[in-house]
């Protein structure tokens, strides 16, 4: 590998330096506040000019990746390794990003149109170079300027981290959202933060997962432009005071507080090759500077370093739970802080240009909150208005509930949001009296509508009475919302029907189903470009951007030469697959088997348990030699559990210590392969989807929200094996029952069953299931550890099971069976696997976005100007 060194073309240094500075703080009373806030007289911008655009060919992009090697990274030495090389050619294509993302800002700020703030504790990116680089259309150039420096592309991508801000499908669903928003050229800015520390690497060690922190910023991140000019300042801690001013208007002031700043980070969000570059705004906190010199004027030198640190520490880690963690402090501090300095952050650029006038404000914009954890946004908007903006209590209610609208992603219980008063008191004293005020008023609505029905206010109120006083965090989202919805048919019908049932029946025209997608360009261009290719040779390439094209493939899965040519490419993203298996665990994958695969986080309620005991079962017949006509199956199963989740680790124990046993067995050599795969995220999935054939979404129905994994595979060419949960029940209807595998029982049944639930009586009336119960009993899967999997048995024998385990067994061995029967037809195979792809346009997230938009958000399109 080598670099000539012969680059002269010059440029302006970036100005990525904080040439701004921090907002002013609004002290003193409200009035002065209002001054300070007052539309303040453009300043005449320096004149920098316009550059001419940078080139999109091979000779342009050889020059910048040279300079920016040399000059700007100071390097001369290199190796495919360097992580320099890496980050020249991100500053390369990050600079053809910034000058569309300045386009897109100034037709978005020109056309003075509404806009959308999508608010989420996780954005689940995974990697952005090959995004880029598709979006852009700049891929072929960039393989060939980096051939022409002796480089492979490929060893360059592959040292990109991936960003894993986010636990699982609604961190991932958010970056999905932001793709298609860019693709539709809609005014949508994604606000989150900036983890030092996002999900952690999951490490497999006898069995047993371990964390490992993951420090993705080590080597910097040259994707992201701090923008130190809009830092803004967020209050925790402290008391209120009540003032009367000389009109009798009483205003409230939030003092002696201990202020954190939010410092933002732009990333860019490029739409699929048409010139839009949204952004996604990531802060990271910081301490302030008073905070710095009062502490160390007080000569408490090693205070005031540790007291910094606590500043810095709330956006320092991801919390890696993806159903609750609850009541913790730190929590509440990171979902404050979001809510809290984007909101300023938008008034900020709201007051600019409109002064303190707000009347049009409500029409102007919306904040969709990504389930619950952003909605300290709702107290957060009224408090800014009305204690920094002056404005009154009707006011300001007015544009909080209508410009809130709330998604919930989850019917379980347990990972309801919920807050201590008394600690939310503490930390986030004024917020607590607002959200007092909304529901001391709104119950009197309640009240009104149902008088006398003390028990409906009590079942409604945002406060949860008891031993300890809680916040409700949903309810308080629905009450400030106008929009609340799901994210599948059937998880909106059961919304309305269970969780928020009262509500319902009082606003019914708050809610609304949004099913949930994926987007096309990552899940199927980028990570399967040689199915995309054949795809595109048979009905042009439009699907990319309107993926019910994808309808038109039907008409060729009738021809033999085009299942061919399907089968091989199937064939060879298996190969890829395998080898992916082979080196992370060290498991040979036989690409003529089966290809069964379940990847998710793992929690009980997604039954990779069920899967096991399928497994279990397989060996055993390979045992008592019940092979005949047998189809030989690779299974994979991947994710990670929530560090504090006993059962889920026990389960990734379970699976490893069952792969181990089925690998070692000589009698299932060429007939069975069970593997765990470790650290399962975003990069790996990209691999994952395209090689498997059979997808496993196996939830107790009512359980799953949406799942959007099976969208990725179904939009890659894999069957479904599932219950009718979630959105599978809309990929049935979307395929067709023929070419889905459904077995279990419905939601309905489910509810039904747990009054007469007997898995004893159910395991005992079962030969197979008896003899798959009596191996996992006998210990013959933990000679050494006995005794390691009695809480799973017992989990399987009890009668309070909430995921009736045992009560779909038969239903889902019986599914098996088919599954392996239809394997056996090749031709019949790959036709309903070429179905699968053909009806999944449906599940693009541009259909989803559309969705919002029409009912929702009402955005304009809007192309950037020519640059
Ligand atoms: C809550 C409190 C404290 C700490 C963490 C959390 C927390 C974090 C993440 C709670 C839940 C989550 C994530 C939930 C999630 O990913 N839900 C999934 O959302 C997908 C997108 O809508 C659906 O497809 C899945 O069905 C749903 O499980």
Redesign the pocket.
């Known amino acids: 590998m080598r670099i000539a060194w012969s680059d002269t073309r010059s440029s302006l240094a970036c100005p990525d330096s904080g040439l701004g500075r921090s907002q002013t703080r609004l002290t003193g009373y409200v009035q002065e506040s209002i001054i300070n806030t007052r539309a303040k007289k453009p300043q005449a911008p320096a004149t920098i000019g316009n550059l001419p655009p940078l080139g999109m060919d091979a000779d342009s992009i050889v020059d910048d990746f040279r300079r920016y090697f040399s000059h700007t990274l100071g390097r001369d030495e290199s190796t495919d390794t360097n992580p320099q090389m890496y980050t020249s050619l991100v500053l390369s294509l990050r600079d053809r990003l910034v000058e569309r993302w300045r386009n897109t800002r100034l037709a978005y700020s020109e056309a003075d149109c509404k806009r959308t703030y999508y608010l989420s504790?996780?954005f689940l990116m995974g990697r952005a170079l090959g995004n880029a680089m598709l979006n852009l259309d700049i891929d072929p150039a960039t393989a060939t300027a980096l051939r022409q420096m002796g480089i492979e592309l490929e060893a360059l991508a592959d040292q990109e981290h991936d960003a894993g801000l986010?636990?699982?499908?609604?961190?991932?669903?958010a970056a999905c959202f932001l793709d298609s928003c860019a693709t539709l050229q809609l005014p949508v800015t994604g606000y989150g933060i900036r983890y030092e520390y996002g999900m952690f690497r999951q490490k497999i060690e006898n069995g047993c997962q371990l964390e490992e922190p993951d420090h993705w910023l080590r080597d910097g991140n040259p994707w992201e432009i701090e923008r130190p000019e809009f830092a803004t300042r967020v209050k925790f801690g402290g008391h209120t005071e009540y003032f009367t001013e000389q009109h009798g208007r009483t205003f409230v002031r939030w003092m002696n507080t201990r202020d954190v700043m939010a410092m933002p980070h732009d990333v860019p969000v490029p739409g699929y090759q048409n010139g839009t570059v949204n952004t996604l705004r990531l802060w990271r906190a910081a301490a302030t500077e008073e905070f710095d010199l009062s502490e160390f004027n007080a000569g408490s030198y090693t205070e005031a370093v540790a007291s910094k640190n606590a500043a810095e520490h709330i956006t320092m880690v991801l919390?890696p739970?993806?159903?609750?963690?609850?009541g913790?402090e730190l929590?509440l501090r990171q979902q404050y802080f979001l809510a809290s300095a984007s909101l300023q952050d938008i008034l900020r650029e709201w007051v600019k240009h409109q002064g303190n006038d707000f009347s049009r404000f409500a029409e102007k914009n919306c904040f969709q909150l990504n389930?619950t954890?952003p909605t300290c946004a709702v107290p957060e908007l009224m408090r800014l208005l009305m204690d920094e903006h002056g404005m009154g209590w009707d006011d300001a209610w007015a544009i909080t509930s209508k410009t809130m609208a709330y998604?919930n992603?989850?019917l379980l219980p347990e990972?309801l949001?919920k807050w201590s008063v008394s600690m939310f008191g503490r930390l986030l004293p004024r917020l607590l009296e607002i959200i007092c005020e909304i529901n001391a008023r709104y119950l009197s609505e309640v009240a009104l509508r149902y008088p006398g029905d003390i028990e409906r206010q009590r079942r409604m109120s945002i406060i949860e009475e008891g031993h300890e006083k809680q916040v409700r965090m949903a309810y308080l989202a629905v009450v400030a919302s106008f929009s609340v919805n799901g994210?599948?048919a059937l998880?909106s019908e059961l919304l309305q029907e269970h969780l928020f049932r009262d509500f319902y029946e009082l606003w019914p025209h708050k809610f609304n189903n949004k099913t949930?997608g994926v987007t096309p360009r990552r899940w199927l261009a980028w990570s399967n470009p040689e199915l995309s290719k054949l795809i595109s040779d048979a009905i042009g390439d439009d699907w990319c951007t309107d993926l019910s094209q994808l309808q038109k493939l039907k008409a060729h899965a009738d021809k033999a030469t085009f299942r061919k040519k399907w089968r091989a490419v199937k064939q060879a993203n298996k190969a890829r697959l395998a080898e992916m298996v082979q080196q992370d665990c060290g498991v040979t994958f036989d690409t003529n088997a089966l290809f069964d695969v379940q990847v998710k986080?793992i929690h009980e309620y997604k039954r990779q348990l069920l899967n096991v005991l399928h497994v279990i079962h397989l060996y055993d017949r390979i045992k008592r030699g019940d092979t005949a006509n047998w189809t030989p199956r690779c299974v994979l199963i991947g994710g990670k559990a929530a560090p504090g989740y006993m059962m889920a680790k026990r389960i990734i124990k379970l699976v490893n210590a069952v792969a181990k046993v089925i690998n070692g067995d000589p009698a299932t050599e060429g007939l069975l392969r069970l593997a765990f795969l470790p650290d399962y995220r975003v990069s790996a999935m990209e691999v994952i989807s395209p090689g498997t054939d059979l997808s496993e979404q196996i939830s107790t129905a009512g359980k799953?929200?949406?799942?959007?994994g099976n969208m990725k595979f179904m939009m890659n060419g894999a069957m479904t094996i599932g219950t009718l949960d979630?959105?599978n029940i809309e990929i049935r209807e979307e395929a067709g029952a023929e070419n889905f595998f459904l077995f279990g029982l419905t939601a309905q049944e489910v509810e039904a069953t747990r009054h007469h639930y007997d898995p004893a009586a159910i395991i005992h009336a079962d030969e197979d299931f008896k003899r798959v119960m009596g191996l996992l009993c006998s210990g013959n899967f933990n000679l050494f550890e006995p005794g390691i999997f009695d809480p799973i048995i017992n989990s399987i024998y009890s009668p309070n099971d909430p995921w009736l385990t045992a009560a779909d067994f038969r239903s889902f061995v019986d599914a098996q069976r088919r599954v392996d029967q239809a394997y056996k037809d090749q031709d019949a195979w790959t036709r309903m696997s070429i179905i699968n792809t053909a009806t999944s346009g449906k599940f693009s997230s541009d259909r989803t976005i559309l969705d919002y938009n029409r009912e929702v958000w009402h955005l304009p399109q809007i192309a950037p100007k020519q640059g």
Do not use: P, Q
Not at 166 to 173: A, H, M, P, T
Not at 321 to 326: A, I, K, P
Not at 704 to 708: I, P
């Open positions: 504790l996780e986010g636990n699982g499908g609604l961190g991932r669903l919390y739970n993806d159903s609750s963690e609850n913790k929590r389930d954890h998604t992603h989850t990972a949001e994210v599948a998880h949930n986080r799953e929200a949406s799942g959007t979630g959105a």
